[in-house]
């Protein structure tokens, strides 16, 4: 696969203590594109979120689209989804009338709100439908299957309600307890 330069043209060779900084950061943005593909997010919004993460300050729309080679258009789309799902702010400076945007920086508040909104977003939805599913097969008619039907979805059912009573106890509303809440965890394991 092919990797365009994105943040800046290198020097020619790497610096004797190890590679530069845009270099790195290249790597650390292509890679976190990579991975939200898998994660089932789109790769420019990961890239976008990944320039955000690892930038000390906040960037333009106009320096997101220059560092990345993206149109405005597709900057404009992520930045609204990355602000959605509350992993970026707009920050606007006194005497400048264009609009940044930075990164949550704190990794456990970023966890905390990935998996909130996957939550949100496919598991609830998952439930509400079972929950449906299992209703309307309540009150159909009885016929050869049925029983099976309402027995392995109930059991389906039963299986994500319990991973989602789990899950509310371990993830705090803080998400600054978790690291406190796993080691009494796993204290409590051995």
Known sequence: MSHEKLLGDPPEAPAP???ALADLEERFVLHW???ASAWGINRTMGQIHALLY???AALSADEIMECLRISRGNASMNLRALEDWGLIQRVHYTGDRREYFRSVTDVWEMFHT??????RREFDPTLRSLRQFLADAADAPEEPGMAVYRERLGNLLGLLQFIQRASDR????DPH???RLLEVEVEGLL
Do not use: Y
């Open 17 to 19: 203590d190890g590679p």
């Open 170 to 173: 371990l993830l705090p509303s």
């Open 114 to 119: 990935l998996v909130r909104e996957r939550k």
């Open 54 to 56: 690892i930038r000390p």
């Open 177 to 179: 307890d978790l690291p």
């Open 33 to 35: 594109g990579e991975m």
